[in-house]
């Protein structure tokens, strides 16, 4: 079988979701980070986000970005890296949005800068050009947050975070299983993949493929229904009665507090500069 | 005082009304015995250890567990269904199907949790079966990322935390090297020498002799075609044969070619 479109994008898309979801490289790193209680590190995060979308003075801005930044180099994170995954896609893409919002058309105000396509007249407005670039660094710091606390916090860790806000502990644990589930799928259909192509040698018809990939996503049906009956049966085997019980075991430590500390003076002072 | 663990009497199963998996099963399982059921693939091991695990009930006949009678609606009883989970457990086949939880140790001290154990005791349990099974590495690790040989001691390690009385396994050292099998069968012996009652399905006849009392041997009819003392049954080759448990074997040996039913037993009978 060729090396053809399909075949490139299963593995593209595999070796995507096992890199980026589950190795988990970085949050196993000796990093500043990687050491936080996962429950200081999440709230103080979400508190610097919400304040990132009040924040009116792009100078604070930049500094939380740059704080950011600082904090990724201190939790051992490769900054092209992390400048790449917070960059591409979503900031990019709302560029494209807030693009429009720069000209004199959608945001009246003082003319910056101005030129002529194809006989019409496009004005670049200082208003305009200020609430793009307010808008872009909001959606790029806020976005480094998030991206920075998901990689250097393991996905369990995540998941038992979850409980401190009161999120019912069934729909903590279905994530947690869906989690797990989808990796085992994942090693399925690499191997079943790996087994057609063993097998054809040669290159396929387009509709013997088509077919063979439908009756594969049916055997992937059917394989993940028998696979939720017997994992419902190893639950109620060990007592699962429709509520599932934790541990909670998290630990605060001098360090913990000392980023809360700092983390709250930083928040109270932006708090009070906006 | 009554030390029977489990009593089945002309118990039959289907799935969905309409595929037999067992049919007409009559079984007595003293307390502290060891037993094994043996058998080819599809032959209802594993449906049996379901049902004695609670988990699916006869279509017809009766099955008892410690002198009750099981029934699904039993297990609607909360302190019932608590007790009997505590006394039984089960290790699937599939270790995948076991851990279900992000990390191991989720995974287990699931049991333990559910079934209202304290936090200390849950990590004095811990601390023991860390050092029995030498997972103490692979605590914090997510399931998906371990070798089959330790998922399977995992898995095995999520039963023994709830200390049960009967332990049920079923093909405990499928796919697993020598030197694993070696360890969890060691485990299983001294869970037996402390009393546990250990009742295993498999098809790796090596191991039957060490962890039987009693054989049951399943036949493609989905019913016990004989039970017997593991000498007597792993002497019966016909039997065996007739079952897909041995097969016949065939190398060479300084330029002849010999031909015998091969058992991997040779080296267990001259001692």
């Given at each position: 079988m060729k090396n053809n479109f399909i075949e490139r994008s299963i593995i593209g898309a595999l070796s995507f979701l096992k890199e980026s979801i589950f190795a988990e490289e970085y949050a196993a790193r000796k990093g500043f980070l990687q050491s936080l209680d996962p429950r200081v590190k999440t709230v103080t995060f979400l508190l610097f986000i919400v304040q990132v979308l009040f924040i009116k003075n792009i100078l604070i801005l930049f500094c939380l970005y740059a704080l950011c930044l600082f904090l990724a180099w201190l939790s051992k994170i490769d900054l092209i890296f992390f400048l790449k995954r917070t960059w591409i896609f979503i900031p990019l893409f709302s560029l494209f949005i807030a693009l429009?919002?720069?000209?004199?058309?959608f945001t009246p105000g003082e003319a910056l800068f101005a030129f002529k396509i194809a006989g019409l007249k496009f004005i670049i407005t200082r208003q305009g050009l200020s609430g793009a670039t307010l808008f872009i660094t909001r959606v790029v710091t806020s976005l480094s947050f998030v991206i920075l606390l998901s990689i250097t916090t393991k996905h369990f860790e995540l998941l038992r975070v979850l409980r401190i806000f009161k999120i019912p502990q069934v729909f903590v644990m279905t994530t947690g299983m869906c989690y797990r589930y989808v990796y085992l799928f994942v090693e399925v259909i690499e191997n079943t993949y790996l087994a057609i192509k063993s097998r054809v040698g040669t290159s396929l018809h387009y509709k013997k493929g088509q077919s063979i990939v439908a009756w594969n996503i049916a055997f992937l049906w059917q394989r993940s229904y028998q696979l939720n009956e017997e994992v419902y049966k190893a639950m109620l085997a060990r007592g699962y009665r429709g509520e599932p019980v934790v541990l909670n075991d998290f630990r605060m430590k001098a360090r913990d507090l000392a980023w809360l500390f700092f983390a709250l003076i930083i928040i109270v002072a932006i708090f009070y500069s906006i | 005082m009554n030390d029977t663990a489990f009593q089945l009497e002309n118990v039959n199963f289907s799935y969905l009304g309409k595929?037999?998996?067992?049919?007409?099963i009559d079984i007595t399982i003293k307390q502290g015995q060891k037993i094994s059921v043996i058998g080819a693939n599809g032959s209802g091991k594993s449906t049996l250890l379901q049902m004695l695990d609670g988990l699916i009930f006869p279509d017809t006949g009766a099955i008892k567990a410690f002198g009750r009678e099981l029934k699904e609606?039993?297990?609607?009883?909360e302190s019932f269904c608590r007790d009997f989970r505590k006394r039984v457990g089960l290790v699937f086949q599939n270790p995948d199907v076991q851990?279900?939880?992000?990390t191991v140790k989720e995974d287990i001290i699931f049991g333990p949790l559910q079934l209202g154990c304290g936090k200390r005791e849950i990590e004095k349990r811990l601390e023991v079966i860390l050092s029995i099974l030498e997972?103490?590495?692979?605590?914090?690790?997510?399931?998906?990322?371990?070798s089959v040989g330790e998922k399977r001691k995992v898995a095995i390690a999520s039963v023994l935390m709830i200390e049960p009385d009967v332990l049920i396994l079923d093909?405990?050292?499928?796919?697993?090297d020598p030197l694993t099998t070696r360890h969890i069968m060691d485990l299983l012996i001294q869970a037996n020498e402390s009393g546990k009652t250990i009742i295993t399905s498999t098809?790796?006849?090596?191991i039957v002799e060490e962890i039987s009392d009693i054989v049951y041997v399943f036949g493609q009819q989905k019913c016990i075609v004989k039970a017997g003392e593991p000498d007597i049954i792993l002497k019966d080759t016909a039997l065996l044969e007739a079952h897909n448990l041995l097969h016949i074997h065939t190398h060479r040996h300084k330029d002849k070619i010999h031909i015998h039913p091969h058992l991997h037993l040779e080296h267990h009978l001259e001692e």
């Open positions: 429009p919002a720069i000209f004199s058309i | 595929y037999p998996a067992l049919r007409n609606s039993d297990f609607n009883d851990l279900f939880c992000p997972i103490k590495d692979l605590l914090d690790r997510p399931p998906h990322q371990l093909e405990p050292t499928a796919g697993l098809h790796d006849l090596h």
